[in-house]
């Protein structure tokens, strides 16, 4: 369709090139802190991007990802875990058979977290969106306290409130932006696609869309479900990131984050929600310094945890008033528009 | 065999009969009119044929098998598409985008399919293109492919709204007051087209339209109703002449 099409398969991939290159450099020369940053910062691509898809893409008000990241973080930390690390963490109650004999590969356990997440996404998905979309956000929220409530609760599964100790390291920059790099490829793809197109239209004008024949059910629930799939990976690496986890990791304040992401990003833009996902690690990093204590000379102001977060809702409220597009609106980065602004003529 | 066969349709907005036992036998290639003054119900028969109300009473047989009650995205696959009296496109969708969309119901291709750009979708995908263009040729608008649809003037995106039809492959279709806010030459214009469209791609036409020229000559048949009643059918020129019609209908819109 696009005369400039293989031009631009060749740009995308030295651009990929180009950033494995970069990563390279930042893993052998970079400091720890550097290379944490840049790990959050691939799993909140992830995340972002995911979420994206049902909030932006399809606008279905989810407010789940939260939950999906927790199931995602507790399937993929229980299945690798050894039995005798599990014996040694559980000491409240002992893990339940089978899950306190399996040791299973970092990978499977990455797909095993997002096959979970997802179909915890389609048993949802099904009332939901049977009736009315509207109820998405309301039982979503809902069902992220739930899954706190059970990992609070459920003791010989989860460990409750002690949470999954010493899990192993495994994620590292390579499995964080190589699934950040598929991430974005597939729902990329997946929304340039007819089903992403069909996506959009259930958005825009529900009957509309039925009226194009389009089973608008159906398509709320691949999105949603999707979605969830690549929130439990996301989940999954996030616990082999920081090799701890408790159910006060994932509370609203997680699906929080991520809105802002997505609404600052502009809502249904996949660039929007990279930028944006980069932006908000990297300055949520930077502004670590407002929750010290600080000492102006002429007067003292102790540390106030929390800082951060009014920031960033400020910088939310901020954006809603003035600029409700985001940075991307529904604009999406493409190789044409680069090329033209830098003077690379192509064929249109 | 009638194409589409409605019997007692019936639908009652609480208190309020809408449409009330409204009749209606469309055979293959007819073009028919329904009339009445605003408020009459006519776009309420529309929303039931096309699934987005079950009437309350009724039944509605297209190619013999019923579809009263099913849901719209169905009866679009069924062979029926719609368009709406206020237009509703998808504004953030380029004008193609609009009409290949319509061809997404009849993919084979599952989504990973589509996601991996498998063989088949990316067939499939060049089906949606090309015919998507031929639609938007047939309707005059392939010069703006590429536009986003809010920014094309009223009479084109009604038009455009016939071709997003077209592409779900109907064998009826459905217009809610197509030629509203259109000028004498465009409503001539869609005249030519809906006609042509019939011809070329085989179409039954069931219309809802206020301008009466426009109905009388493109019509063979019409049905009035008034307050939900169908207070008369038959030919334009039995209708043009027909006193219940004038009092209820004709007068007003000649006195306008
Ligand atoms: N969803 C609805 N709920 C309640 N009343 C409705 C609904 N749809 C239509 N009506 C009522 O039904 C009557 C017929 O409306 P409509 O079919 O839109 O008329 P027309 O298309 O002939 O102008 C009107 O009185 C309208 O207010
Ligand atoms: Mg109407």
New interface residues.
Partial sequence: ?DPNHLRNQILSIAGTVVLLALLYVANTQGSDYTIRILNNIAIFIILAVSYNLINGVTGQFSLAPNAFVAIGSYTSALLTLTPMEKEISFIIEPCIWPLSVITLPFIVSLVAAGVVAALLALLMGFPVFRTRGDYLAIVTLGFGEVVRVIANNTQSITNGPLGLKGIADFTNIWWAWGFAIITVF?IG??IR???G??M??VK??Q??????????YWHKM?AFTTSAFFQGVGGGLLAHLITTISPVLFTFFLTFNLLIIIVAGGL?STTGAIIAAILFTWGGEALRFVEEPMDLGFIDIPGIPGMRMVIFSVILVLIMIFARQGLMG?REFNWNWVCRKLGIGGRS | MALLTVEHLTMKFGGLVAVNDFDLALEKNEIVGLIGPNGAGKTTVFNMI???YTPTEGAIRFQGSSIAGQ???RI??AGI??T?QNI??????SVI?NV????????RST?LG????FPL?RR??KM??EGAMNLLREVGLEDVAREMSTSLPYGKQRRLEIA??L??GPQLLLLDEPAAGMNANETQDLLQLILKLRKDYNLTVFLIEHDMKFVMEICERLKVLDYGTTIAEGTPHEIQNNPRVIEAYLGEVQRA
Avoid: P
């Avoid at chain 2, 509703?88 to 969708?93: A, P, T, V």
């Fill in positions: 369709m597939l793809r997946m696609s007819s089903y197109m069909a959009k239209a825009f004008d009957a509309a869309a039925e009226a194009v024949g389009i089973n608008t691949l249904g529904t | 096309a699934g987005y849901k719209a995205n679009t696959k598409a719609r709406f509703r496109l998808f504004s953030e969708l985008e290949m969309i319509g061809y997404h119901c009849r993919i989504f589509a996601t991996l750009r979708y499939e995908e949606m293109v997003r039809a592409a779900t």
